[in-house]
């Protein structure tokens, strides 16, 4: 009887948490499951920023001990943080070009910065493949794009910013447009007024800027537009809100919250640090001349280098001054923390609109800035200064935190990956999706890098190749007289001692150059290059 007795209590409690689980799990059914398919089958957006000319080491978490990067540093954390990043070009519109395309720069045919511009693109017959916000509107996707384009016009028809056409009815994508139309915000904002003694214009904002002792006052037209960028050193007279990077951080937040509700490809794309070196207060200064050290490199002869005669080196030794290259450094820094600031809120607006697990972050440079480096300042060589760039990429859920990846990765990479996480069916292109790096499954990507400028023949090297630390730069052609160089990187991190010239050259290092030929041709040979025979046929 108390078996009997026990049995139906026990069935009434049964019955009883049922009829509460029931109802529970119906309502966790209607009200849950969305949110899980938001995470797990939902088509993620892209948050695709580029600074400019921003060197690798220019973040603190690369070890830099001046600058701090708090914002990108807390971002790189948060994902798959690159150490060995390089440029697939280090010339601005090519290497951009590469990462929309995912196609190396002799087959997207963008070579120099002058065929993204106008019609010369479709005089020259380049670029003709889709980029990758191409074929994310094809599925579904609605793009926008804020700040530096440097690419030929006519793939920009495929995004949807408010503001197409500049005050002067000229498309934000031609050459310089995005500049126009800051130019026009500024108009709205920050009036011209005079310039004051010791004042001179700033030739992309036009307006004022106080020239430090660095600043490369030309004999000539001190007008406007009279100037080149990378002459210009100093403080710029506007206020802080309205300077480009803010400018186009606020463009790109508002996009964030115009498109919310909608899948997206969203690109900042922003100028900085890039030429003019010309932050405003409270960055400029923000890292005192005094307190920075000159690059190791500075006083380098170059007397076995292929760069000894490269972006004007002999006739500009300001830059070769250890002195005078602080001010350019201090400056640089200043814009790089004026760019952090502001991705850090971009990033913030994510997460306020509770769209941060949904949307992948892709955070890189086109190319580096020398600095001094060799005495030189820009871009367009291949040393580390120049090739090697920041790479990070975020995606709650889908990367996990604090996943450092030391395989040799190209912006190359960048479509590939772009479409691999987005769920896009496969698309030729050729780099390879970083996501077996990133999860451990692919041991044979990562192993070397290549970097490669097809401009000016004979007077440059044309491909950089480094693996294991060891660096090979050389021409594609057999005639040429620029020396070729190697690089011990893991003994020579400034890249000062030639091992392929002068009395160091041994015959161990060309064997170790012969095996970097080997992987360059192979290479070369998957992406259908030309210039095979010439590589191979060169003498180290």
């Known amino acids: 009887m108390k078996s009997k007795n026990k049995r139906a209590a026990n069935m009434n409690i049964k019955n009883n948490l049922l009829s509460i689980a029931i109802p529970l799990l119906v309502i966790c059914l209607w009200g849950c499951q969305p949110k899980a398919e938001k995470l797990t089958s939902e088509e993620p957006n892209l948050l695709f920023i580029i600074t400019d000319q921003q060197r690798y080491d220019a973040l603190s978490i690369a070890g830099n001990d001046i600058l701090k990067t708090p914002n990108l540093d807390k971002l790189a954390k948060s994902g798959a943080y690159f150490t060995n990043a390089y440029t697939p070009c280090a010339v601005c519109a090519p290497a951009r070009a590469s990462f929309l395309t995912g196609r190396t720069v002799e087959n997207h045919g963008i070579v120099n910065n002058d065929l993204a511009n106008g019609t010369n693109a479709i005089e020259a017959d380049v670029m003709q493949m889709p980029t990758f916000d191409e074929i994310l509107s094809d599925r579904g996707y609605v793009s926008e794009y804020y700040g530096k384009w440097h690419s030929p016009e006519f793939h920009s028809k495929v995004y949807q910013n408010p503001k197409l056409v500049t005050s002067n009815g000229e498309s934000i994508f031609a050459h310089g447009g995005q500049g126009r139309l800051h130019r026009d915000y500024l108009d709205q904002h920050v009036p011209k007024g005079e310039l004051k003694d010791g004042e001179l214009w700033d030739t992309m904002t036009r307006r004022p800027y106080r020239p430090d002792p660095l600043d490369h006052t030309l004999s000539g037209d001190q007008g406007e537009g009279g100037r080149l960028q990378p002459d210009l050193h100093g403080e710029l007279l506007i206020p802080k809100e309205h300077t480009n990077t803010a400018y186009f951080a606020k463009e790109v937040m508002a996009a964030i919250e115009r498109r919310k509700d909608q899948k997206f490809s969203i690109t900042a794309s922003f100028h900085f640090p890039h030429a003019p070196m010309l932050p405003v207060k409270p960055y400029y200064g923000m890292y005192p001349p005094e307190s920075i050290q000159p690059p190791m490199s500075i006083d380098d002869d170059m007397s076995n280098s292929p760069y ?15 002195e005078m290259i ?22 913030n607006k994510l997460d306020e609109l509770d769209l941060r697990d949904n949307t992948m972050i892709i955070f890189t440079s086109d190319h580096g800035e020398m600095l001094g480096a060799h005495g030189m300042r820009e871009k367009n060589v291949f040393y580390e200064e120049s090739a090697h760039v920041p790479l990070m990429i975020s995606f709650p859920g889908r990367i996990e935190e604090n996943t450092q990846v030391s395989g040799y990765v190209s912006g190359l990479d960048l479509f590939q990956t772009v479409m691999d996480y987005l769920q896009v069916d496969s698309v030729q292109s050729d780099g390879t999706s970083l996501r077996g790096l990133i999860e451990g499954t692919d041991q044979d990507h990562g192993q070397y890098v290549v970097t490669e400028w097809d401009y000016r023949g004979d007077v440059e090297s044309n491909y950089m190749i480094v693996k294991d630390g060891w ?3 050389i021409p594609y052609s057999t005639t040429s007289t620029v020396p070729n160089a190697l690089y011990n990187l893991n003994e020579d991190p400034y890249e000062m001692d030639n091992l392929l010239a002068g009395e160091l050259r041994d015959k161990k290092y060309v064997m170790k150059a012969e095996e970097l030929r080997t992987n360059l041709l192979e290479w070369l040979t998957k992406n259908g290059s030309q210039h095979i025979d010439g590589v191979r046929n060169r003498e180290l």
Not at 308 to 322: I, L, S
Not at 330 to 340: K, Q, R, T
């Open 471 to 473: 660096k090979m730069m």
């Open 326 to 347: 602080k001010y350019m450094i201090s400056n640089y820094y200043g814009l790089v923390a004026e760019m952090d600031d502001w991705i850090g809120q971009i990033v």
């Open 308 to 322: 000894r005669y490269a972006n004007g080196r002999g006739n500009m030794p300001q830059y070769a001054d250890p």
